[in-house]
């Protein structure tokens, strides 16, 4: 299948997920890698999942869109737009009702706040209180269609008013701030006073799939120069060196050694052999044994 790139999006992956405890869980999008990298994933099985090698979470059979590792508390992406958030809030509800003291946080875009799988769970999880963070990622464009021409208001996050749920915008490309209002829709879950809305204000540094090279055919040249000068890479780089928090020898060095992992990842991911076809049904049926 296709893949999805999280290129632009990483301060709200990083910024969100890492205020979770492990055990804390997570509900994904079709660009999903980098919440899975940001809990705890291993890049050479990610890499392999995605590469449809046997090395994968799911030995190649979930691919890019369907990855899942519930031990580090990653439920899974999700290939359908919107299908992950009733999932999401019945784990909440499971949560609560288990009394585990987990909060659950689901990402989504733009594009799956109009969907009726939204306004459906967002109006439960206020009645029920349920620990959960409804966390969008709006990147101005849902596929294709930009945000004006889809969404009838401005803020996604004022949806929450109409479901008795505090809603919060935030600046999507600044990995701290996005760290800050997520901590403070955990401590609320997490103490029982329900959920919250966050629409973090991103985008999407390359196409929406692999397919799409030519963003300008429906994104304005001048729109994406102006968030090409706010990489979040970049942007947290300058802040580590304007606080003197590190200087530039200590970040290159950091730069090498993520290359040097994904440079491996990559290798490893690719001398994995491809799982045996006949294989295609194994884990759909339970096994109840002979």
């Excluded at 205020?19 to 660009?31: A, N």
């Excluded at 290939?79 to 946080?105: D, E, M, Q, S």
């Excluded at 306004?119 to 963070?133: F, T």
Aim: hydrophobic fraction near 35%; glycine fraction near 12%; include cysteine.
């Amino acid at each position: 299948g296709t893949s999805h790139l999280s290129i632009g999006q990483e301060a709200c992956a990083v910024g969100a997920v890492s205020v979770l405890d492990s055990t804390d869980q997570v509900f994904s999008t079709h660009r999903g890698h980098g919440h899975f990298l940001a809990k705890g994933g291993d890049p050479m099985m990610l890499m392999a999942e995605i590469l449809g090698r046997s090395a994968g979470y799911q030995r190649g059979f979930g691919g890019s869109q369907h990855t899942s590792y519930p031990p580090i508390g990653f439920i899974g992406t999700n290939g359908i737009t919107g299908g992950n958030i009733p999932v999401a809030t019945g784990a909440a509800l499971a949560t609560k009702t288990l009394g585990t003291g987990r909060v659950v946080i689901c990402f989504f875009g733009d594009g799956a706040s109009n969907q009726g799988t939204f306004h459906e769970s967002l109006n439960m999880a206020s009645l029920w209180k349920l620990p959960i963070i409804f966390f969008v990622e709006n990147n101005r464009y849902a596929q294709w269609t930009s945000v004006t021409r889809s969404t009838s208001v401005e803020s996604i996050a004022t949806r929450g008013i109409a479901y008795n749920i505090p809603g919060v915008t935030v600046d999507g490309m600044d990995v701290n701030a996005v760290y800050d209002v997520t901590a403070e829709a955990v401590k609320l879950a997490r103490s029982g006073g329900g959920p919250t809305l966050i629409e973090a204000e991103t985008y999407r540094l390359t196409g929406h799939s692999k397919s799409d090279v030519k963003t300008m055919m429906y994104r304005p040249e001048e729109e994406e120069q102006v968030w090409y000068q706010r990489d979040p890479i970049h942007l947290l780089r300058d802040r580590i060196l304007e606080n003197k928090f590190a200087d530039d020898v200590k970040l290159d060095g950091i730069d090498n050694d993520v290359r040097h992992i994904i440079e491996e990842a990559t290798r490893q991911a690719l001398d994995s052999p491809i799982e045996d076809l006949n294989l295609a049904f194994t884990g759909v049926y339970a096994d109840r044994g002979a």
